[in-house]
């Protein structure tokens, strides 16, 4: 084996510690999310109480990169969101340990707004339910996507949702 093949190797060897960093950023995003003009709009309102007169821009947010999930004629997509509905069976049927779906309150307290994390082999989902975007990352495609609108995804998600704390 060659160097560039085991480089190669070695990259492949860190996209899952990779997605679970990029993913646990995301899940903080969605803990305290709003849409981007709002973002835009508190980040100004902090800068300027703080006594900046000249902030910087508010930065990116990884959820305001995600583009649209490939179209359903593509066979990972397609794949994703088959085991997307399998792991919400799952988990409604106790069948699934903490490490696979995690569910915790968003903010503002006292709302019925969640935050969930799916992890699973090869892809990872966030999710703000019911208010708030739906994106999920795949190991082999760099590349975050968005499926918030799309019904194969909003019903797995709620259930997922809805059975836990």
Known sequence: MN??????????????AFRREAMERIVEELYQWWPLEKHREMHLWSEYNDGITDPEPAGVRLTDTARALPATSDPVAVAMLQELGEVAQEHAAGQLGGDVVEVRPAWPPGRDVKVLRVTTSWWSLAARHPEGPVVVM?????GLYDVT????????????SAGSG
């Not at 160097?3 to 060897?13: E, H, P, S, T, V």
């Not at 795949?138 to 760099?142: A, S, V």
């Not at 609108?149 to 997922?160: E, I, Q, S």
């Open 149 to 160: 609108g799309d019904p194969r995804a909003t019903g797995p998600v709620a259930r997922l």
């Open 138 to 142: 795949l190991d082999g495609i760099l």
């Open 3 to 16: 160097g560039a093949q085991r480089g190669g190797d070695d990259f492949l060897d860190k996209l899952p």
